[in-house]
Every structure is written in structure tokens, then in C-alpha cells.
């Protein structure tokens, strides 16, 4: 089962670094989901989020939606009760780094900041 974490996650206070192949929360993560019946194909496009989360420093809300803070019990319940909604989210969540970017509709260039600009920048118009 994964463990649970203290909130605001810093991965360099958390242990995960120490961890080994095979034994990093979202490898169990992945294990929880599948005993709990979802689906592989879900179950890792679910374990490749909760990873991401954390690896690319997403905020710390995103963190919580991906299941950091409550052993990844709410991805589970969505995945069970939502296939098709959990697979948009988390994929959108994965295009986009953690709604930090995306491919702009008129370049097909990655921008920073398109989906979700820091304050005080302007958004470019799509």
C-alpha cells in the first residue's frame, strides 16, 4: 500500500529517493488499484500520473489530487466509478505537465504558461 505523505510534499524529506525499482509509491500505488479490479491499461496510465506528480514538482494541489496525501484512495475510487473521466483527467493532467502547459493550437509549439500563465503574464491569445 502506498504511504501516506505530509503536506506540502518535498520529494527530498519524503523517502522516495531512497526507494528502489519496483518499490516507489506509484508502483504501489499501481498494485492497490489493480487489486481493487481497475483495469491495467488504466491502472497505469493512473501509476504514470501519480509519479509525474511528484517528479515534476507539480503544485501541490494537483499532488493531493494525485493521490498523495490519501494513499491514492480517491484515484481508485474515480478509476472504479469513471473509467472514461479518469482516463481524460489524467491524461490532460500528463499533456499538459500539470496544466503548466500546452501545444498551441495555431503552432503545435510547447508553451509554458499557455493553460495556466504565472500571475502577471500576459496570455497569449490562441
Not at 81 to 88: F, L, Q, T, V, W
Request: proline fraction near 7%.
Amino acid at each position: 500500500m502506498m504511504k501516506k505523505f505530509l503536506r506540502p510534499l518535498n520529494v527530498f524529506d519524503s523517502g522516495v529517493l531512497d526507494c528502489t525499482y519496483g518499490d516507489y509509491p506509484w508502483d504501489h500505488w499501481e498494485k492497490d488499484a489493480l487489486a481493487a479490479g481497475v483495469p491495467p491499461k488504466l491502472a497505469g496510465l493512473g501509476r504514470l500520473t501519480v509519479r509525474e506528480a511528484v517528479q515534476h514538482d507539480w503544485s501541490d494541489d494537483l499532488k493531493a489530487l494525485c493521490g498523495w496525501y490519501d494513499q491514492g484512495k480517491r484515484m481508485i475510487k474515480l478509476a472504479l466509478r469513471s473509467p472514461e473521466k479518469a482516463e481524460r483527467r489524467w491524461n490532460r493532467l500528463l499533456e499538459t505537465d500539470g496544466l503548466r502547459g500546452d501545444y498551441h493550437p495555431q503552432t503545435g509549439e510547447w508553451t509554458w504558461g499557455y493553460l495556466n500563465p504565472r500571475p502577471g503574464a500576459k496570455k497569449e491569445a490562441p
